[in-house]
C-alpha cells in the first residue's frame, strides 16, 4: 500500500510540468543514467528563419520552431528507463506552447516528436495533450514506444466535446454519419449538448458532431451545416 501511494504522488507531481515551465538556456544533469553529467544548452542561431542548435556535451542538432525558442525543459517521459528528453520550447503565436521533443543515448541527440498545445509529462510513458479546436479540446495521447523511441499517436473513433449551446436557426441531426436519414429538425432558439466529434481524415468544416436535442435525441451534424447557427465562442 505504502508504495502504491508514493508511485500515485510522483505521478501527481509529472502531471503539471506542462503548465508549471521552468525553462533554461543551460543546465547539466545525467541523461542517460550512466552516472556522467551531461552539459546541455540551446541558442538560437538564426533569428530570421528561427533555426536553433542543441547541444549535448559534444552532440549538436538544428531545430526550427518558426518562432523564437524561449528554453528548454528536461522531462522524463517514462521514468522506469534509463533515459530523459529535452524538451526546446516556444511559447508559439497565440500562447499555444509548441515543444520539440529529444533524447540522448550518450554519443548522439535524437529528434522524437514535436508537441502542441499544452502537453501533460505523466511520467509513465504517456503524454496527454489538450489541442484546441476552436470552442473546444480534443483530448489526445500519446505513448511512449520503448524501442523506437517514437510517441506513437493513438486516435480516437471520437472525440468528446461536453459543449452546450443555444441555436439561433434550427437544423437537422441525422441518424448516422453519412447523414442521409433525418433524426430531427432542431427548433430556433432551443438548447443543444455537442457530446462527441468524429475529426478522422476530415476538414474542419466537414468534422462530424453527434448532438443531443433539447428533447433529447440525438444525431449527427456536420460543422458547415450549424458552425453559423450557434452560439460559439470560436478562439484561435
Known amino acids: 500500500m505504502k508504495l ?6 510522483n505521478l501527481i507531481s509529472f502531471c503539471t510540468i506542462g503548465q508549471n515551465l521552468d525553462l533554461k538556456f543551460q543546465d547539466k544533469i545525467d541523461m542517460n543514467s550512466d552516472s556522467k553529467i551531461e552539459t546541455i544548452s540551446v541558442k538560437q542561431i538564426n533569428s530570421d528563419s528561427y533555426k536553433y542548435r542543441l547541444t549535448i556535451n559534444e552532440s549538436e542538432i538544428d531545430g ?10 528536461v522531462i522524463d517521459i517514462n521514468k522506469w528507463d534509463k533515459y530523459k528528453e529535452i524538451a ?8 499555444d506552447d509548441v515543444y520539440m521533443i529529444y533524447w540522448y543515448d550518450g554519443k548522439n541527440i535524437l529528434f522524437m516528436d514535436t508537441l502542441a498545445r499544452w502537453p501533460e509529462f505523466i511520467g509513465n510513458g504517456i503524454v496527454y495533450l489538450n489541442n484546441w479546436e476552436g470552442f473546444w479540446s480534443p ?13 506513437i499517436h493513438f486516435e480516437q473513433p471520437a472525440y468528446y466535446v461536453g459543449f452546450k449551446t443555444k441555436i439561433n436557426k434550427g437544423f437537422n441531426i441525422y441518424l448516422d454519419k453519412d447523414l442521409k436519414i433525418e433524426v430531427a429538425t432542431l427548433a430556433d432558439s432551443s438548447e443543444i449538448e455537442i457530446i462527441l466529434c468524429d475529426k478522422k481524415g476530415k476538414t474542419y468544416f466537414d468534422y462530424l458532431f ?7 435525441l440525438v444525431g449527427w451534424a456536420d460543422f458547415k451545416s450549424f458552425s453559423n447557427n450557434i452560439d460559439l465562442p470560436m478562439a484561435d
Open 88 to 95: 526546446v520550447h516556444t511559447s508559439g503565436p497565440s500562447n
Open 139 to 151: 483530448r489526445e495521447k500519446y505513448q511512449l514506444d520503448n524501442l523506437t523511441r517514437k510517441l
Open 4 to 9: 502504491n501511494i508514493l508511485i500515485f504522488i
Open 210 to 216: 453527434l448532438i443531443k436535442s433539447a428533447t433529447g
Open 64 to 73: 526550427n520552431l518558426n518562432e523564437e525558442i524561449d528554453g528548454f525543459l
